[in-house]
C-alpha cells in the first residue's frame, strides 16, 4: 500500500514537473486578470504577435492554482473580421423611360426596408456615365438622394474593369429611380438593392514604419514597398493618388515571405495576396487574407501612362481574440512564444459547446518573459595556464629526480 502511494507521489511530481517544464519552453507570458465566469474573451494585443509563430499555434493558457499546480485552460481561437450584413430588398421594375437625354429607370420596393446600396448590371460593355438617385414615396415628389454619381466599364486587350455600385446614406422609400445621362441608350439588365452593415470596431491600424517608390521606366511599373513597424496581421491596404485626372491601373499586392543573400545581392521571394484594379472612381481599398509579413510589395502597371503619384498609404487589420474556458480558480497566463509548439487539441474546438452571448473581455498585464535555465558548462580545472606550466613542470622534476635516482644506485 505504502509503495502505491509512493509511485502516485512521483507520478505527481513528474506531472507538475512537466507542466513547469513547458512553461519554460516559452518565452513570454502575460497574466489574466479579473476572471469572474466561466468563459472570457481574450483580445491578443501586438506585442504577442512580435513573438509567436504566424499561424499562433504556440499559444497557451497555463494556469497556476493556489496548491502550486500548474494547469491548462482551453480556448477557441479566431480572428473577428469585421462582419458585413447584406439584406438584399426585393423589388420591381415599373418602367424605364429617357427625357432631354436623361434614362430612367423606376423600382418600386414593396416593403419598408432602407436600402443604401444598388448595384447595376449592363448589358453595355463600355461606358462612362453619370447617374442620379431618387426617391419618393408617391412617385410625384422627388427627393435627390445622390447627384452626379460616377459608373463606368472598360473592356479592351489591357484591362477589363467595371464600378457600377451605387453607395449612399441608407434612405427608406417606396420608389427609387435612377437616372443617366448618355448618349447611348443603356441596356439594363437587373440591379441589386440591398442594405449593407459593416462593422468596423475590430479593424485597427497597422503603423507604417517606411514606405519606398520606385518608378521601373523600363518595366513601365511603379513598384511601392511598405516596411511595417510590427509584425501584426495585416489585411487591408489603402492606396492614396495625388492625381486629378482619370486613371484604370492593373494593380497586385505581394508579402515577402523570405529572402536569400547571394554574390549578386538578395533574392527574395514574394507570395501574391490579391489584383485587381487602381481607379480613379473608387477609394482604392484592397482587402486580402491576413498577413504577418512586416514587408508588403505593391506594383502597379502603368502601361504608356504617365505614373501616379502617391500621396500616402494606410494600413489596416483585424483584431484576434481567444475564447476560453476556465473551470477551476487559479492565477492564469497566456503564454507564447515556442517555435517548437504544434497547436492545441482541445474537446471545446471539436464538440458544438454552446457559449453565453454576452461574453466579458479579460484585463490583460503587461508581458513578463520568462527566464530560461542556463545551461550549466563545467569549467576547466584550471582556467590560468599559468598553473598548468607549473604543475607539468613539477611532474617533469620528479620524473627527473626518480630517473636520477635510479641511475646513480650501484648494483650490489
Do not use: C
Amino acid at each position: 500500500m505504502r509503495q502505491k502511494q509512493n509511485k502516485t507521489i512521483l507520478l505527481f511530481l513528474l506531472v507538475t514537473t512537466a507542466f513547469y517544464a513547458q512553461m519554460q519552453n516559452y518565452d513570454a507570458k502575460i497574466e489574466l486578470k479579473n476572471i469572474t465566469d466561466t468563459w472570457h474573451n481574450i483580445v491578443l494585443p501586438d506585442t504577442v504577435f512580435a513573438n509567436t509563430q504566424d499561424h499562433l499555434s504556440d499559444i497557451r493558457i497555463y494556469g497556476i492554482t493556489p496548491k502550486k499546480d500548474t494547469i491548462e485552460a482551453p480556448y477557441i481561437f479566431n480572428y473577428t473580421s469585421p462582419e458585413l450584413k447584406t439584406k438584399t430588398v426585393d423589388y420591381k421594375l415599373l418602367n424605364a423611360s429617357t427625357k432631354d437625354g436623361t434614362y430612367y429607370f423606376t423600382l418600386k420596393v414593396p416593403s419598408k426596408d432602407s436600402i443604401n446600396h444598388i448595384k447595376l448590371d449592363f448589358e453595355n460593355t463600355n461606358f462612362d456615365w453619370k447617374t442620379l438617385v431618387q426617391g419618393s414615396h408617391d412617385q410625384k415628389n422627388w427627393f435627390t438622394i445622390y447627384n452626379d454619381y460616377r459608373i463606368v466599364a472598360i473592356k479592351n486587350k489591357q484591362t477589363s474593369y467595371s464600378f457600377t455600385d451605387i453607395n449612399f446614406s441608407a434612405a427608406e422609400y417606396t420608389y427609387f429611380r435612377v437616372g443617366i445621362k448618355s448618349d447611348e441608350e443603356p441596356i439594363l439588365n437587373r440591379a441589386t438593392l440591398e442594405l449593407q452593415q459593416k462593422a468596423t470596431e475590430n479593424i485597427t491600424n497597422r503603423k507604417l514604419k517606411s514606405y519606398t517608390v520606385v518608378e521601373d521606366k523600363k518595366s513601365k511599373k511603379t513598384i511601392i514597398n511598405i516596411n511595417l513597424t510590427k509584425k501584426a496581421p495585416t489585411h487591408q491596404v489603402t492606396i492614396n493618388i495625388n492625381n486629378d485626372f482619370d486613371y484604370y491601373r492593373p494593380i497586385k499586392i505581394e508579402e515577402l515571405l523570405d529572402s536569400v543573400k547571394t554574390q549578386k545581392g538578395y533574392l527574395y521571394d514574394y507570395n501574391t495576396l490579391s489584383v485587381g484594379t487602381l481607379s480613379s472612381i473608387e477609394n482604392n481599398t484592397f482587402t486580402f487574407d491576413n498577413t504577418f509579413s512586416k514587408k508588403i510589395r505593391i506594383t502597379i502597371l502603368n502601361f504608356d501612362n504617365q505614373p501616379l503619384k502617391i500621396k500616402n498609404i494606410t494600413a489596416k487589420g483585424y483584431k484576434y481574440l481567444l475564447t476560453a474556458r476556465f473551470t477551476e480558480p487559479a492565477t492564469y497566463y497566456l503564454t507564447y512564444g515556442n517555435k517548437d509548439a504544434y497547436g492545441p487539441s482541445y474537446d471545446i474546438a471539436q464538440l458544438n459547446i454552446k457559449m453565453p452571448k454576452d461574453i466579458k473581455n479579460l484585463s490583460l498585464g503587461n508581458p513578463v518573459y520568462i527566464a530560461k535555465k542556463e545551461t550549466q558548462i563545467q569549467e576547466p580545472l584550471f582556467k590560468n595556464k599559468l598553473w598548468l606550466w607549473v604543475i607539468m613542470g613539477l611532474i617533469m622534476a620528479i620524473i627527473g629526480w626518480f630517473s636520477y635516482k635510479m641511475l646513480s644506485t650501484k648494483p650490489e
